[in-house]
């Protein structure tokens, strides 16, 4: 197993273009989340999604969007990249409720973004 | 909404000396985690404390979990260098998604 996967692990933007990072798993898990990551704030979660074709909104989801139409991508668009969105982003899979793999979350090696 | 607190948020500690990291959270929840970060990395899962009372320990670090305070605490004892890191505690949300807390900073010295 690959586990979970990111693409790009760096990518440089200016302000106002649009782009996706993509993030796929395969061990067939319901649950999927992206996170951001910016010194002194931890993770915060900005989409989630518990199953192909159901997404919802995390902590911080203005100016991102996601949707799942399989369960094994869950990508995350920008739509027109500001400054502020300059940070380390994190795809993190788990298993549903009930099965063997629900307890463990794994993460994704991670995309670092810079938006100039 | 659930919030998740951990404190101290920056440990400076000696080789061979004790400390714990606390992590308090604000609704019910069924599970907590604890993760490790090295810099540049991505998060390491360390303990899933499922239940009030759970203890679990891998080496030097012990965790444990009191679902009525709703407080889990990550101890570690006789401090290495290895250890050196930032640990985060998470909460799961109604099961769908981990809410993380800022993460305490760990820098070990001899």
């Known amino acids: 197993n690959a586990g979970v996967t990111q693409t790009p692990k760096f990518q440089v933007l200016k302000t106002g273009q649009s782009m996706t990072l993509q993030c796929a798993q395969d061990?067939?898990?319901?649950?999927m989340s992206w996170y951001r990551q910016d010194p002194g704030m931890g993770l915060r979660l900005i989409h989630y999604?518990?199953?192909?074709?159901?997404?919802d909104q995390g902590e911080v989801p203005n100016g991102y969007n996601v949707s799942r139409s399989t369960t094994e991508d869950f990508p995350l668009r920008l739509l027109s990249a500001a400054p502020s969105q300059t940070s380390v982003y994190f795809c993190?899979?788990?298993?549903?409720?009930?099965?063997?793999?629900?307890?463990?979350?794994?993460f994704g090696p991670g995309t670092r973004l810079t938006v100039l | 909404e659930l919030k998740v607190e951990q404190n101290p948020l920056f440990l400076s500690m000696q080789e061979g000396k004790n400390y714990t990291i606390y992590c308090n959270y604000s609704?019910?929840?069924?599970?907590l985690y604890w993760y490790r970060q090295d810099p540049g990395k991505s998060l390491e899962s360390l303990f899933v404390?499922?239940?009030?009372?759970a203890v679990k320990q891998e080496g030097r670090l012990m965790a444990s979990l009191d679902t009525k305070a709703r407080l889990s605490t990550l101890h570690i004892t006789a401090a290495v260098h290895d250890l050196s890191a930032t640990y985060f505690c998470?909460?799961?949300?109604?099961?769908?998604?981990?809410?993380f807390g800022k993460g305490t900073t760990l820098s070990v010295s001899s």
């Open positions: 993190a899979s788990r298993g549903a409720a009930g099965g063997s793999s629900y307890n463990e979350q794994f």
């Open positions: 061990m067939n898990h319901e649950y």
């Open positions: 609704t019910t929840s069924d599970r």
């Open positions: 998470a909460v799961n949300q109604a099961g769908t998604a981990l809410i």
């Open positions: 404390l499922l239940s009030n009372g």
């Open positions: 999604s518990v199953g192909a074709g159901i997404t």
